[in-house]
């Protein structure tokens, strides 16, 4: 169990260049220790693409009123990338590739980094989905995949109705939650709260808990 950050948002996704996380980015970066924010650029191996959604990400949190953003990456050492998280306010996993993200942060031993900081962590889309027990890939249509674990649950984002048949399927045999763009899970101290429209899937059963 995840004990150490204070606050661990999970965001069902929305496009940050139209500004639908505002609410949610803005409140985890004014209740940081020095809003600084250092996000872990893994979602993508193509390096065009990382150094195109970089400059969106800078601008975008720097508007929001970040003091300092940096990125994290594959091409730094164990050390390095450490060194940077030790010192970050927010911690933020932007969306993209579910599977490229968590291979990246396994295969790059940053998933152990993370256990021990004290940071705010903010994971939106795929970001959210891989710090949780499961990822429950429906708008992807992948089925599931295993997460990091630092949040205990199962969770599908980019929800829509579209999503019912194949979640309550799933349900037979695990519980999750459901969250639509702009909406939020955060985790504190082993307790769950939520921002916007929730859902939970359990039994077969759809249930609105937010």
Not at 57 to 74: M, N, Q
């Amino acid at each position: 169990m995840f004990k150490m950050a204070r606050k661990i948002y999970l965001e069902g996704g929305g496009d940050i260049r139209k500004g639908e996380n505002d609410h949610l980015d803005r409140k985890a970066l004014n209740e940081s220790k020095n809003k600084k924010v250092y996000i872990l650029d893994l979602t993508s191996n193509d390096r065009e693409k990382v150094a195109q959604y970089r400059l969106s990400l800078e601008e975008y949190f720097r508007r929001l009123g970040a003091k300092k953003v940096d990125f994290v990456s594959t091409s730094q050492s164990l050390n390095e990338i450490e060194e940077k998280l030790m010192s970050a306010g927010v911690v933020y996993i932007p969306g993209g590739d579910t599977e490229v993200l968590i291979n990246n942060l396994k295969h790059r031993k940053i998933s152990s980094l993370l256990i021990n900081l004290e940071s705010i962590f903010v994971g939106n889309s795929a970001g959210a989905m891989v710090l949780c027990n499961e990822a429950i890939c429906a708008y992807e249509k992948r089925g599931i995949i295993d997460g990091l674990g630092l949040v205990g649950i199962a969770i599908d984002v980019h929800y829509d109705k579209t999503h019912d048949k194949k979640l309550n399927e799933l349900s037979k045999k695990r519980e999750m939650y459901a969250i639509p763009e702009g909406s939020a899970i955060i985790f504190k101290n082993g307790k769950l709260s939520f921002i916007g429209n929730i859902y939970k899937f359990s039994n077969k059963k759809k249930i609105k808990i937010n």
